[in-house]
């Protein structure tokens, strides 16, 4: 059976930062493109970052543009957001998942709430 599994999140102060990790279970991991989702508060979850089966090739969206990192190790079937200059807009339940996605059933995701 499939599992995803994030961590890492938790409570930061603004210009904060964090690395989130997701273990993925049970499928080919590197043979997909995989991304890191959020969804906040009342809104719809959201693409933050995706990047490439190999790693070559990464993308962002443009309110994380500059101030995230997607970074992947396929020998330990991990996959990782570092976050750095945090904002409060990013405050979000935070997933992984392949890209397109979701591919997967959705794991609990990891909270990140940036306040001071």
């Known amino acids: 059976q499939v599992q995803l599994v994030e961590s890492g999140g938790g409570l930061v102060q603004p210009g904060g930062s964090l690395r989130l990790s997701c273990a993925a279970s049970d499928f080919t991991f590197r043979g997909y493109d995989m991304a890191w989702y959020r969804q906040a508060p009342g809104k719809q979850r959201a693409l933050v970052a995706r990047i490439s089966s190999t790693a070559v090739t990464a993308n962002y969206a443009d309110s994380v543009k500059g101030r995230f990192t997607i970074f992947r190790d396929n020998a330990k079937n991990m996959m990782y957001l570092q976050m750095d200059n945090l904002k409060p807009d990013d405050t979000a339940v935070y997933y992984c998942?392949?890209?397109?996605?979701?591919?997967?059933?959705w794991g609990q995701g990891t909270q990140v709430t940036v306040s001071s």
């Open positions: 998942n392949a890209f397109p996605g979701p591919v997967f059933t």
